[in-house]
């Protein structure tokens, strides 16, 4: 089976640009997650899908970040303008229904805004 | 105070000591994972468990749902298990929930040749 896909693995920008990052999850998983890995604190939830459906986005920074899932299946995250506190690890992973039966992870794209 | 408290924060071991992780939580949960992140890399996942104890090769994980706490151990450990511990969490859908993961902050682990 084929695991969570990133990309890109690293991306480095300047602040105030925009920036793009694509996940394909596992064939079949229904959810999908983006989580924001600050270096040396665990991940932070920033958008859950169910399908193509947004269930859980409450800490997304909706002034900047917006993210999509139009088919149900491969997703995008995107940031414009970045700040320098951007700076991450942006980890998407996929489960079969809302975390049931586990979790898999991509991984990752780290980004660094200067 | 976190939901998900891991400890310790950082270990250093030497090649071949017996490593203990706990973590301990305060929030219900149907099931407790343990990770492993290596530098620059993505997550992967080791164990995810609700009750009792599970193995895989050298590493073992226990959980006490009465305690809430959980323990991941490593035998005979080696330089290639050199990685950040994550426990997490699961807080599973209904009640208005959405069924999401709460993270603790990682452990991270050198092991020393």
């Known amino acids: 089976e084929a695991g969570v896909a990133q990309s890109p693995r690293y991306k480095i920008i300047e602040k105030r640009q925009s920036v793009a990052f694509w996940c394909n999850p596992i064939?079949?998983?229904?959810?999908l997650y983006w989580y924001q890995q600050i270096l040396g604190q665990g991940p932070k939830l920033l958008i859950q899908?169910?399908?193509?459906?947004?269930?859980?986005d409450s800490q997304l920074p909706k002034d900047r970040f917006s993210a999509e899932r139009l088919k149900g299946v491969d997703s995008t995250l995107k940031i414009q303008p970045a700040k320098l506190e951007d700076s991450a690890m942006y980890l998407c992973?996929?489960?079969?229904?809302?975390?049931?039966?586990?979790?898999?992870f991509g991984s990752g794209t780290r980004l660094t805004v200067v | 105070k976190n939901e998900v408290e891991q400890s310790p924060q950082n270990l250093t071991a030497q090649e071949g000591e017996f490593i203990t992780i706990n973590c301990s939580y305060s929030?219900?949960?149907?099931?407790l994972h343990w990770l492993q992140q290596h530098p620059g890399g993505g997550i992967v996942s080791l164990f995810m468990?609700?009750?009792g104890k599970k193995k895989h090769g050298r590493l073992i994980a226990t959980i006490n749902i009465q305690e809430k706490h959980s323990s991941l151990h490593i035998t005979a450990s080696h330089p290639r298990d050199s990685a950040v511990y994550i426990c997490?969490?699961?807080?599973?859908?209904?009640?208005?929930?959405?069924?999401?993961?709460?993270f603790g902050q990682g452990t991270t682990l050198q092991v020393k040749p």
């Open positions: 064939s079949g998983h229904a959810t």
């Open positions: 992973a996929s489960s079969h229904d809302r975390g049931r039966g586990g979790y898999t």
């Open positions: 997490a969490v699961f807080d599973p859908p209904g009640s208005g929930n959405t069924g999401k993961l709460i």
């Open positions: 929030v219900g949960i149907s099931a």
């Open positions: 468990l609700s009750s």
């Open positions: 899908f169910q399908n193509n459906g947004v269930v859980d």
